[in-house]
Nanobody, 125 residues
Framework: QVQLVESGGGLVQADGSLRLSCAASGRTISPYAMGWFRQAPGKEREFVAAITWSLGRTYYADSVKGRFTISRDNAKNTVYLQMNNLKPEDTGVYYC??????????????????WGQGTQVTVSS
């Protein structure tokens, strides 16, 4: 089992910044990839960003490209999401997830094995 704990969410004004962290513990054999997803009230969960653990390749949703940066610290088993120039439409619960073995489809939540409990991000206009 792998436990994922997100932190860093909060309330921020539009154009502000937040940095989310996701710490993995438990069976921390290096995963193939880790990702961030978000879910706004009344909407489906959507992909935000992902990073492969070994090579650090990054992938982003079009809506966050140029504003968000995903990174990882292999030694700390932690993935980060730096969010700049936040917009009200970025509001939602942000979840991190891990794809334990190569399965592809990093933009699809169904391809991930473990999920954190989520952290709320609220962007006011």
């Amino acid at each position: 089992q792998v436990q994922l704990v997100e932190s860093g969410g909060g309330l921020v004004q539009a154009d502000g910044s937040l940095r989310l962290s996701c710490a993995a513990s438990g069976r921390t054999i290096s995963p193939y990839a880790m990702g961030w997803f978000r879910q706004a009230p009344g909407k489906e969960r959507e992909f935000v960003a992902a990073i492969t653990w070994s090579l650090g390749r990054t992938y982003y949703a079009d809506s966050v490209k140029g504003r968000f940066t995903i990174s990882r610290d292999n030694a700390k088993n932690t993935v980060y999401l730096q969010m700049n120039n936040l917009k009200p439409e970025d509001t939602g619960v942000y979840y991190c997830a891990t794809q334990s073995v190569l399965r592809g489809g990093l933009g699809y939540g169904s391809k991930y094995d473990y999920w954190g409990q989520g952290t709320q991000v609220t962007v006011s206009s």
